[in-house]
Every structure is written in structure tokens, then in C-alpha cells.
């Protein structure tokens, strides 16, 4: 059976995003000293999203709780989410993160993975029934616009891919950004295609060489899902077809079976659980898009294999607790 997010799991989910978007400690900073006085909490730097271990986390842990207001208004957590992200994303506080990022030393923070997630959280927000959420999700704007104008200056001088499958994914952040750039930024969703098509349009016979020990995203299936975002409906199964040729015969195998997660408790290692679960949305979301055939049955069967063997482990260490809910809400808000 297909697994769906269901309330239940819902608000599980909303439970565990409000437990750590306010946890300041532990924290891993992306920041760059320029001199003594650069030496803050995380609190002191990102009044907003100081939680969740990390910055991106912290900000895909709101995209989280607003998907699931949105979703699911009726929830118990609902007050008391929009009562956080009301009194969090206040003018002064989002004034202060747009004012971090004027910094000279703050050109590279978060590319490109924190961009994405920021503009995937206002195309999220944008779209709240509640009020509250709507008007914090125009406090939110000009910090979302400072990243856009990061991505159109960047984009042009990005030359190759980051085929990877961690944070530096550019198939990732474009994938992530095409909702908020069709919806808001036409000019950049233009340059989001074209870079797309540059990069991965004459991509052929992927032998796909993973998993890496740490990877949390799959190089060959988000570059797929990438161009199914960007390509015209109607060609993305030529595309795909000769991209990865043999998925009839479930191969590469490597893509097909979850990978093996040994240890929990250490934060690489944890990655792969995310893995399992984006790749359990790329497969969906591709499966979506071939319509019936076999390749499909076979997607479907993979996507379920790797929900099957990481949604057990959502929450349990914060290793993976604090980001693992966002990754499975994708996966299961697919197909």
C-alpha cells in the first residue's frame, strides 16, 4: 500500500519541528569570522533561525510546520505554531538576518542548499489560510529577495554543475526553487531552465556511482527530477529514457535497494536515512510523470522499499531528528 502523510503522522511531525526550531544547542555555524567582535551565538546572528542544528535545518523546519498548518489546520499544534512563527518572524528579526547577510564575508553562505529552502519557505508561506501566516510571510520577503538576487547572480557565473549528493547540489536547489521562481521571479525561473538545460540535457546512460557515505540526496535521481521540473511534460520521458536506460530491469541496482544505515547516532552517517527518503520523492515524482509502463511499476516498488526502510527512524537521535521529518514530508506529499 502507498503510504501517504496522514494527520496522524502529521502531527508527529509538527511535534518534532517545534521541539527543535527554538533549540538552540548543539549548533553548527556557517560563519566567517572577519575580525573579534564576529564571534556570537547562534541566537545573536540569526534571531530567526537559530534552532535545529544548523540554519538551513532550522528553515525547512518552518517550511515543515507551515506545509502542515496548511495541510492540516485542524492539528492541536496548529495555535501554537502560527503563534512562533508570528512573534519569531517579526520585522526586526528578519531585518537582522538580511542585515548578516550584507556582511562581506557571507557571499557564500548556505549556496546553495540554504537559498533554495528560503525560497521553497515563501512559496510555502504564500500560500497559508491563516492571516497571521500570510503577514509573516510578507516580513519574510525582503530576506527572500536578498537570496533570489543571489541566485541571479550566481547562476550566471556557475559554469558546471555540483553533482553531488549533499548540500552543494545545484540539481537540488533548483528543483527546490522552481515553486517559488514560477510563482514569484519569472525572470528567474527562466535562468533556473536554462541553467538546467545547459548542465544536465545531454546527460546520457547514468552509471550512477552511489551512495556516498554521506550523501542524503541521490546525484542521479534529483538531476532526473530536476529536468522534470524544468523540461516540458511531454519530453522528460525521452529524456529520461535515455538518461538512466535500464530502468525497466531495475538497474543500476544500487538506485532500487535503500542504503544500509549503521549508525544513527553520527550525523554522516544518518544522512543516508535521509537518502532513502528523497529518493523515495524522486522516484514517486518521476513515476508521476512516465504515466504506466513498467519503468513505472519499478519506480513505485523502489520509492516503497526506501520509505519501507527509513521512516521507522525519523526521530530518536537528534542526529537525524531535527531535519529526517522535512525529507519524509516531501516523500510522502508525492504520488
Not at 551565538?41 to 518552518?62: A, I, K, N, Q, T
Request: aromatic share 12%; hydrophobic share 40%; proline share 7%.
Amino acid at each position: 500500500m502507498t503510504r501517504i502523510l496522514t494527520s496522524d503522522l502529521a502531527a508527529r511531525f509538527a511535534d518534532i519541528a517545534l521541539g527543535h526550531v527554538s533549540r538552540e544547542f548543539p549548533h553548527k555555524l556557517d560563519h566567517v569570522l572577519g575580525g573579534p567582535t564576529d564571534a556570537k551565538r547562534p541566537r545573536d546572528l540569526h534571531p530567526v533561525f537559530f534552532g535545529s542544528f544548523d540554519w538551513h535545518s532550522c528553515v525547512h523546519g518552518y517550511w515543515l510546520l507551515s506545509r502542515i498548518v496548511r495541510r492540516w489546520p485542524g492539528l492541536s499544534q496548529t495555535g501554537q505554531t502560527i503563534d512562533l512563527i508570528a512573534s519569531r518572524f517579526s520585522t526586526d528579526n528578519i531585518a537582522a538576518e538580511c542585515d548578516y547577510l550584507a556582511r562581506p564575508e557571507t557571499r557564500g553562505f548556505e549556496r546553495p542548499y540554504g537559498w533554495a529552502w528560503l525560497l521553497a519557505l515563501q512559496a510555502e508561506m504564500d500560500q497559508s489560510p491563516e492571516p497571521r501566516l500570510l503577514a509573516a510571510a510578507d516580513r519574510l520577503r525582503p530576506l527572500t529577495e536578498l537570496f533570489a538576487e543571489r541566485f541571479r547572480t550566481f547562476l550566471p557565473l556557475c559554469s558546471y554543475p555540483v553533482r553531488t549528493g549533499v548540500h552543494s547540489s545545484t540539481a537540488f536547489a533548483l528543483r527546490l526553487s522552481a515553486d517559488y521562481a514560477e510563482r514569484c521571479d519569472q525572470g528567474l525561473f527562466n535562468l533556473m531552465q536554462e541553467r538546467c538545460l545547459s548542465w544536465y540535457l545531454k546527460d546520457q546512460g547514468c552509471q550512477a556511482w552511489e551512495p556516498s557515505q554521506d550523501d542524503f540526496l541521490s546525484p542521479a535521481l534529483m538531476e532526473a527530477e530536476c529536468m522534470r521540473r524544468f523540461l516540458p511534460s511531454d519530453a522528460f520521458p525521452g529524456w529520461f529514457a535515455d538518461f538512466l536506460p535500464q530502468v525497466e530491469e531495475g538497474r543500476p541496482a544500487n538506485l532500487f535497494e535503500p542504503a544500509l544505515v549503521s549508525d544513527r547516532s553520527d550525523g554522516k552517517i544518518a544522512h543516508l536515512d535521509g537518502l532513502n527518503l528523497s529518493r523515495a520523492w524522486c522516484w514517486r515524482s518521476i513515476a508521476q510523470a512516465l504515466g504506466p509502463g513498467p519503468g513505472t511499476d519499478q519506480a513505485l516498488a523502489a520509492a516503497d522499499r526506501h520509505l519501507e526502510a527509513s521512516l521507522p527512524h525519523i526521530a530518536g537521535d537528534y542526529a537525524g531528528e531535527h531535519w529526517l521529518a522535512t525529507f519524509a514530508t516531501l516523500a510522502l506529499e508525492t504520488g
